[in-house]
T-cell receptor, first 114, second 116 residues
Framework: DTAVSQTPKYLVTQMGNDKSIKCEQN?????MYWYKQDSKKFLKIMFSYNNKELIINETVPNRFSPKSPDKAHLNLHINSLELGDSAVYFCASSQGRGRSHEQYFGPGTRLTVT | AQTVTQSQPEMSVQEAETVTLSCTYDTSESNYYLFWYKQPPSRQMILVIR??????QNATENRFSVNFQKAAKSFSLKISDSQLGDTAMYFC?????????????FGKGTKLTVNP
């Protein structure tokens, strides 16, 4: 039973293309996140949503647009892909609002832009 | 802004021995959580241990324990009886409690290799 799932796990595309990464959680959590892990393994928050509402937007280029159709899904759409967007993107979820604060991570999507 | 520093980019330990990974953080907050996450070669992020700042007692989870020194802003991870499966990147992370969605601020990680 997968708690947080992402599709696809690997994505190879060319510069200038538009791509999406999908995330779903079946934990009943209220809050979902996107993190980016760069080539040096550094992890940084990009966005968070609480009950479909954008809460955190960490100075991410506006080519990145998250969309949350419902509280179980948080998708990431990237326009006009650049070489520097190559990274592993992790989706995560948490109960939020005063519970355990533990964030559960998906398996990651390795994006390679050529 | 909060920062997390892991001063050991790489460490190695012999199987069955004990190793300690260092982490320091900088914050003016009084209410926060600290975490250690493990990332094996499979790249899955796995929570190892969690510490609430208001708790003086150090957290333990089986072979994993922390030394939390709030005044010194230090949060080290001790792995006892190291196993080959402990080989992974280990990330220390800080979470400020914001009453809603809270973000994790990660250190740069320590690559731990357990040798047979």
């Amino acid at each position: 039973d997968t708690a947080v799932s992402q599709t696809p796990k690997y994505l190879v595309t060319q510069m200038g293309n538009d791509k999406s990464i999908k995330c779903e959680q079946n934990l009943g959590h209220d809050t979902m996140y996107w993190y980016k892990q760069d080539s040096k393994k550094f992890l940084k928050i990009m966005f968070s949503y609480n009950n479909k509402e954008l809460i955190i937007n960490e100075t991410v280029p506006n080519r990145f647009s998250p969309k949350s159709p419902d509280k179980a899904h948080l998708n990431l759409h990237i326009n006009s892909l650049e070489l520097g967007d190559s990274a592993v993107y992790f989706c995560a979820s948490s109960q939020g609002r005063g519970r355990s604060h533990e964030q559960y991570f998906g398996p990651g999507t390795r994006l390679t832009v050529t | 802004a909060q920062t997390v520093t892991q001063s050991q980019p790489e460490m190695s330990v012999q199987e069955a021995e004990t190793v300690t990974l260092s982490c320091t953080y900088d914050t003016s907050e009084s209410n926060y959580y600290l975490f250690w996450y493990k990332q094996p070669p499979s790249r899955q992020m796995i929570l190892v241990i969690r510490q609430e700042a208001y708790k003086q007692q150090n957290a333990t989870e089986n072979r994993f324990s922390v030394n939390f020194q709030k005044a010194a802003k230090s949060f080290s991870l001790k792995i006892s009886d190291s196993q080959l499966g402990d080989t992974a990147m280990y990330f220390c992370a800080f979470m400020k409690l914001m009453g809603g969605s809270e973000k994790l601020v990660f250190g740069k990680g320590t690559k731990l290799t357990v040798n047979p």
